[in-house]
């Protein structure tokens, strides 16, 4: 190696100032040059940044893409979700295996290549996918497998895109296989913009009216949870605060949803607009795009988007000419963690810390990144904003159904003809969407992804919008060939991985009831599962800390609301004997038999 | 700017002073809400969630709501009460916890908070994780095994010690308490009297030598449920 640990930490560190609130970035460079961050270089980094070394550890600890055990120079990550699951991820992976003469989690002798599993990667339409390194490989098949792993035993650094994807993913600084699957286009988001134009017409107004036209356009937030955009613009400019910031939640971890993925492809300029739209309107002279780490792929290009912009006066000193208007953007790369899409756990992985969600009272309007009132909005939601300078306040409320205006991306996978991104307007119903993707035999559809609802026919004339069925946009159809118990299993074990830990319902009671799931789909739950589940459920919702434990239960009442005879069939008459049919007497009393060399006579 | 709030408790009309927290408030109201990983003199963390309350029939934790005029709180009701058994019930069963020999029992927090809502046994299943012990130091002990990530001795040997020995390390229900060391307890600057050791609510942080000291009758929650030190202040305002 031709560099010490110990000068590599050096240098990362004092590239990123020293600053322990760059703690991700520093972590990430050292996880990229050494396939870890060691205990040794834990503390180098701690005493580098004049921090404890616990920080550094329960930084590392944390993120799924960190590690401080060597791994190799290349890391295959296998996307795990059910829609890959349901394409055959499970003869990838055996070839993965068979290939590499490893299993899941394990590194090759020689140290080159790791093999693991991780959660939807944002490709639900072109699966199963995988990742390696941070390059994306897309509708494998146990024979491509073959092929890219002969090419990565060959060479670690071998390109392995033979035929870039559509668009901007066969752009220089992509060159992805990624297809972008844009199936339906709509007049907001999927339209032509000039650079620039939403922010000269926001620059000739001032900021107090930039932020009652987007509250007159009625738009609301598109990552799922609603909240009305000029309000929070509202709250984060009238907030006291000497700094204020324009936060870009681009964490999109929703199982199921891939239409950030396809903006920051083909619309990043427009994202950045809205960006600098809201820190005109809230007086912030500092936007953070944050990353997830699935998208890697996009972060070069991006940059040059940013540089682009920043030459033509688009970001940077007096944006656009304007005197006493500064505004730039950086971009912040995530490390694998869903939480991080909860806005005070994205403030926190910002600051270099561990991604748990921050108590509110305050809200990031009021208290923020650094403390300082900010705004944090999604990818779709900044483009939207950006579309509503444009044309105005009252093109846009002319658009979709009642209080949920404009046009709604959907990322749509699973069992129908043409998986991919629709943008529609808000008010479609469930019939007339499964029509549009060519779904047949549809017994289910999950609606907002893991945290959301699996809903049944009698559902599907329901409307998607924020008062019926609201989404962030995720999709998952499921036909009638599905086990829909086996897919909130799936999802349960998702949230169990995901969860932060900090609060006790949602570190604990997740865990507890996808144990119960599990007791019942192996056949040994009784009717007093079903009330346990809905009662521990209830406590998990009402007692968690944040979004993700306030709706991680969701897989599992959902199903048992809307399909509760798929439970019931499962479930046995309680024993005769007074124990619980799931309790196994002689597993209970196992080890306590082997140490005492003798059965016991209470297990038979 | 009124220098008094008024706030209702379980139909119990109450003032506050403004900047406090619902379980502020409540304390010097004399009225107790169960808690384990709030703890005077602390930054409240928010992270157990015995404390759930209902605000105006939403869930907020009481150590980090502020309070406001006019909001309607209920603490004592069976909804709320069954919520933190189910909490409380989750804490046991995550951890390995053994009253029965354990050095903290009648001091212990997390039993005491479980005997006052009435949990005789956890219902919930046992997990059984596999924790781990570190009892390097000369004069103190950490047992995972007991902890229940409340927190307390991370923001005592921060706020009160000034030292920054412990955090935590591990996501989900891998989440462990852990030393500002490459190894062991016994390589950080901890010391026996510090505050961060006295401020564990369970028997996961102890001191050595000194188990059993107190004998049963004497102890902390022997003859008084925990809380009863605050329902003394009821009617002093």
Not at chain 1, 281 to 302: C, K
Not at chain 2, 175 to 190: C, E, H, M, P, Q
Request: aromatic letters at 6%; a negative charge.
């Amino acid at each position: 190696m031709s560099e010490t640990l110990e000068s590599a930490v050096k240098a990362v560190c004092s590239e990123c100032g020293n600053d322990r609130e760059r703690m991700m970035d520093i972590v990430r460079a050292i996880q990229g040059k050494f396939g870890c961050v060691s205990s040794e270089a834990m503390d180098m980094i701690a005493k580098q940044l004049a921090t404890h070394r616990v920080e550094v550890e329960s930084v590392v600890s944390f993120y799924s893409f960190l590690s401080d055990r060597p791994k190799g120079k290349v890391v295959i990550r296998l996307c795990d979700d059910i829609i890959d699951e349901m394409a055959g991820s499970a003869d990838v992976a055996n070839a993965f295996a068979t290939e590499l003469g490893i299993g899941i989690g394990e590194t090759t002798a020689d140290g080159k290549i790791t093999l693991e599993h991780t959660p939807c990667i944002g490709m639900c339409d072109q699966v199963p996918a995988a990742m390696v390194n941070d390059v994306v490989v897309t509708n494998l098949t146990p024979a491509k497998v073959k092929d890219i792993v002969a090419k990565l035993k060959a060479d670690v650094d071998a390109d392995l895109v033979d035929a870039p994807g559509d668009g901007n993913n066969a752009n220089d600084l992509v060159k992805a296989m990624v297809q972008n699957n844009i199936q339906q286009s709509g007049d907001v988001i999927f339209a032509g913009m000039e650079p620039g134009a939403a922010i000269k017409k926001a620059l000739e107004m001032a900021p107090k009216d930039v932020i009652a036209e987007v509250t007159k356009s009625k738009l609301r937030g598109r990552g799922g949870a609603g909240f009305p955009t000029g309000l929070k613009w509202k709250f984060t400019s009238d907030a006291p605060g000497a700094e204020k910031f324009v936060l870009c939640n681009a964490d999109e971890g929703e199982p199921g949803t891939f239409k950030d993925r396809v903006i920051l492809t083909e619309q990043p300029d427009m994202m950045f607009e809205g960006m600098t739209v809201a820190g005109y309107a809230i007086d912030a002279s500092t936007g953070v795009v944050y990353l997830r780490a699935e998208y890697a792929y996009l972060r070069e290009y991006l940059e040059s988007v940013l540089a682009r912009r920043r030459s033509d006066g688009l970001l940077g000193k007096s944006v656009c000419g304007k005197d006493g208007f500064d505004f730039d953007i950086r971009i912040q790369m995530g490390a694998g963690a869903y939480i991080c899409g909860e806005e005070t756990a994205l403030i926190s992985s910002c600051e270099g810390l561990r991604g748990d969600p921050k108590n509110r009272p305050p809200f990031p309007a009021q208290e923020g990144y650094k403390a300082g009132p900010t705004t944090v909005n999604n990818v779709e939601t900044f483009c939207c904003c950006a579309r509503v300078m444009e044309k105005g306040a009252d093109w846009f409320a002319g658009i979709g159904d009642g209080q949920s205006v404009g046009t709604k991306l959907l990322s749509i996978s699973g069992d129908c003809g043409k998986p991919g991104i629709y943008e529609v307007p808000f008010g479609i119903t469930v019939d007339e969407m499964l029509k549009m993707c060519g779904a047949k035999d549809t017994a289910a559809v999950q609606v907002g992804g893991a945290s959301g609802q699996m809903i049944g026919k009698n559902d599907f004339g329901r409307k998607i919008c924020y008062d019926d069925l609201a989404t962030g946009g995720s999709i998952m159809i499921f036909n009638s060939k599905r086990d829909l118990l086996k897919v909130a299993e799936k999802f349960m074990e998702f949230f169990v991985d995901e969860s932060c830990g900090y609060c006790t319902p949602c570190r604990a009671g997740n865990v507890l009831l996808l144990n119960a799931l599990k007791t019942i789909l192996a056949g040994k739950g009784e009717a007093s599962d079903l009330e346990y589940i809905e009662t521990l459920g209830n406590t998990v919702i009402k007692a968690s800390r944040c979004g993700l434990g306030q709706t991680s239960p969701n897989p599992i009442l959902t199903t048992l609301k809307n399909f509760r005879p798929a439970y019931e069939a499962l479930l046995v008459a309680p024993s005769k004997d007074g124990y619980q049919v799931s309790f196994d007497i002689k597993a209970a009393v196992g080890d306590a038999a082997a140490i005492a060399g003798r059965d016991s006579v209470h297990a038979y | 700017m009124s220098d008094t709030i008024t706030l209702t408790i379980d139909g119990v009309e109450i003032q506050g002073k403004p900047g406090q927290t619902i379980m502020e408030a409540a304390d010097a109201a004399g009225i107790y809400i169960p808690r384990l990983c709030a703890m005077d003199g602390l930054v409240p963390h928010g992270s157990c969630r015995v404390c759930t309350v209902m605000v105006n029939g939403r869930p907020q934790s009481a150590c980090t709501q502020p309070i406001a005029p006019g909001i309607v709180v209920d603490n004592e009701t069976d909804e709320i009460n069954a919520i933190r058994r189910d909490i409380v019930d989750m804490l046991f069963v995550e951890g390995n916890h053994f009253c029965m020999f354990c050095e903290k029992s009648g001091n212990c927090e997390l039993q005491a908070v479980a005997y006052r809502l009435g949990i005789a046994a956890p219902r919930f299943p046992f997990q059984f994780p596999d924790c781990g012990i570190d009892a390097s130091h000369p004069d103190i002990f950490i047992d995972r095994d007991r902890c229940i990530l409340c927190g307390r001795c991370v923001r005592a040997s921060q706020d009160l010690d000034g030292k920054d020995v412990f955090g935590f390390v591990g996501r989900g229900s891998e989440k462990r308490i852990a030393v500002n060391s490459d190894a062991k307890l016994k390589d950080t600057n901890i010391d026996v009297t510090d505050k961060a050791v006295e401020a564990c609510p369970v028997g996961a942080l102890l001191k050595k030598r000194v188990g059993f000291a107190v004998p049963i009758g004497q102890r902390k929650y022997d003859h008084k449920p925990i809380g009863s030190d605050i329902e003394q202040n009821k009617g002093s305002l």
